[in-house]
């Protein structure tokens, strides 16, 4: 049975090819399943950039968009471990929902970039509870 493996980042900024070639280096020594990262401050995502990020073909993805100069989050997954459903987008959560192709098993991954300010933060937190509850 292969195992899932979900890796967390925060890249503070995909913007350079030297970041996304440090990144792709780095997804390919933890070889995971899916990748959550988080502060990618891009305004869009392309298969240019997911390539130069995954480093091979064979991934699918979802983005949300940076606010400005700061935030941006960017899941991306191998269609051959995972089979994703769906994905949910609110203000900093990007959440994808499926199932682990070796084993069946279902699961919610949510990558979250949380605000600084602490009632944003709160709020956000209630969002994400209530979502979690209701699926």
Same mark, same amino acid.
């Given at each position: 049975?292969?195992?899932?493996?979900?890796?967390?980042?925060?890249?503070?900024?995909?913007?350079?090819?030297?970041?996304?070639?440090?990144?792709?280096?780095?997804?390919?020594?933890?070889?995971?399943?899916?990748?959550?990262?988080?502060?990618?401050? !891009?305004? %869009? *995502?392309? $298969?240019?950039?997911?390539?130069? =990020? @995954?480093?091979? /073909?064979?991934?699918?993805?979802?983005?949300?968009?940076?606010?400005?100069?700061?935030?941006? !989050?960017? %899941? *991306?997954? $191998?269609?051959?471990?995972?089979? =994703? @459903?769906?994905? /949910?987008?609110?203000?900093?959560?990007?959440?994808?929902?499926?199932?682990?192709?070796?084993?069946?098993?279902?699961?919610?991954?949510?990558?979250?970039?949380?605000?600084?300010?602490?009632?944003?933060?709160?709020?956000?937190?209630?969002?994400?509870?209530?979502?979690?509850?209701?699926?």
């Amino acid at each position: 049975m292969v195992e899932m493996k979900i890796l967390f980042y925060n890249v503070r900024g995909l913007g350079s090819f030297e970041k996304r070639a440090e990144v792709r280096n780095f997804i390919r020594e933890k070889h995971s399943s899916v990748v959550c990262l988080q502060e990618s401050n !891009l305004g %869009t *995502v392309d $298969d240019f950039i997911i390539k130069s =990020v @995954w480093g091979y /073909v064979g991934c699918e993805y979802s983005y949300q968009a940076s606010m400005g100069a700061s935030g941006g !989050l960017l %899941t *991306v997954w $191998d269609p051959l471990m995972v089979e =994703v @459903w769906c994905t /949910v987008t609110f203000r900093h959560v990007l959440i994808i929902k499926g199932k682990v192709r070796s084993t069946g098993q279902e699961f919610i991954i949510a990558n979250v970039y949380a605000p600084c300010d602490t009632l944003a933060k709160q709020e956000l937190w209630v969002r994400l509870s209530q979502f979690v509850n209701d699926n």
